[in-house]
């Protein structure tokens, strides 16, 4: 493991200095998918990370996952998002697909260029409080019915299926929260809307109604959520946040170095003021990374101890961190990080919108509070009344 390790994380670097992060100015800038650095992350396995050894993947545990995330993260945000909302979906087939499917689902991400998205948001509901779903599914014979409006579908129009929160409904007009495998295309599915926004904008997450959708009975996993896969979720986030506030350091960095004013004969970089600054920034980022890694570390999988609270703790720390880097590095850099040309509003844009994932500040605060006063937590609360 420690080889796949090791050779996984040197392929990386290397993909996302020759591929990922030349293509990231441009993603951002037509707000389209980074399909170039899909196309190269996947060549070296990168798609099929949290793909079990046995059915093709590399298994990889979950800190080296992270690692992952925040390397191709520093070159270009969107690229690390729509990476980890893949292995997010994929982890959930592992976790909850039939065993006659498993290989099915699974051997496309293995052989073949195939990413899955992981929908969940609807404009009616906040995953940080309490979250319904009032996308349905009910039997109809043979087949499961699905109906209703998913919004923010990141990858939606390009990725081969899609795990789906729901709403099941039985006969009796019960209602149980579940998760379905849904196709990226089909009857009954419809990918519209415009994307324009603020950062984040190569994750191309536009909105799908579902009319009347027919699909079968296998694809519905009962049980949707585990507390290791939502602190994941949220570990994830993180990892995208601190590194798109460590590339902006790095950028800064080498900007502060080769930034000679006129009558000095010293870059910027040789200032206190500047030194003080950039120093800050280090040992602010450092401190959430060393946040992060812990928890990423301590994951046990259904443990919510474990796996919610650390995860929720780096997420809050990381959060606060890479907003403030981001913002003092423009600070310090001054009035050329606000145009296009460094990659630092970029950088700034990116964090700013990726913080907005779940679960919020809110919602990480009270968890922390609440786990502090002994009560058992979850890093969401379902409801599947109507
Ligand atoms: C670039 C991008 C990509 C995304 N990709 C995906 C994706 O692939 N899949 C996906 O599922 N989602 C995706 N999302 C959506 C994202 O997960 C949500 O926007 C996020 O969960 C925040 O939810 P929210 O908008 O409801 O805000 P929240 O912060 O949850 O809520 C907004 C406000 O409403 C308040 N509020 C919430 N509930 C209540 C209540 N019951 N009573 C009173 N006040 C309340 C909150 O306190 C808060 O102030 C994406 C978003 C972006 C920006």
Known sequence: ?????????????????????????????????????????????????????????FGLDLASYIAVIERIARACAASAMTVHMHSTACDAIVRGAPAHRRGEWLAPVVDELTLYGSWGSEPGSSASRLFHSSTTVVRRGDEFVVDGLKHFCTMAGVARGAMVACTLVDEQARHQPVSIFVPGEGPGIEVFGDWEPLGMRGTVSPSVRFSACGIEADRVFIGRSSPGGTAQLALGFSAVMLGSAEGALGTATDHCRAKVLAGSSEPIAAD???????????????????????????????????????????????????????????QIVGGISATPGLGLERAFRDVRTASLMPPNPDRMSWLLGADLLGEQVQMFDFSASQ
């Open 272 to 330: 206190p003021l500047v030194r003080r600054h950039l120093g800050h920034v280090v040992a602010r980022l450092a401190a959430a990374r060393a946040v992060l890694f812990e928890a990423a570390r301590e994951w046990v999988p259904d443990e919510p101890r474990w796996s919610v609270v650390p995860a929720a703790r780096a997420k809050y720390v990381v959060q606060d961190a890479a907003l403030a880097a981001t913002s003092e590095l423009m």
């Open 1 to 57: 493991m420690d080889h796949v390790r090791a050779q996984l994380g040197a392929s990386v670097d290397e993909v996302c200095e020759m591929v990922v992060r030349p293509a990231a100015a441009s993603v951002d800038r037509e707000a389209r998918h980074p399909v170039e650095s899909w196309k190269a992350l996947s060549e070296i396995g990168v798609l099929r990370m949290r793909v079990p050894v046995e059915d093709g993947g």
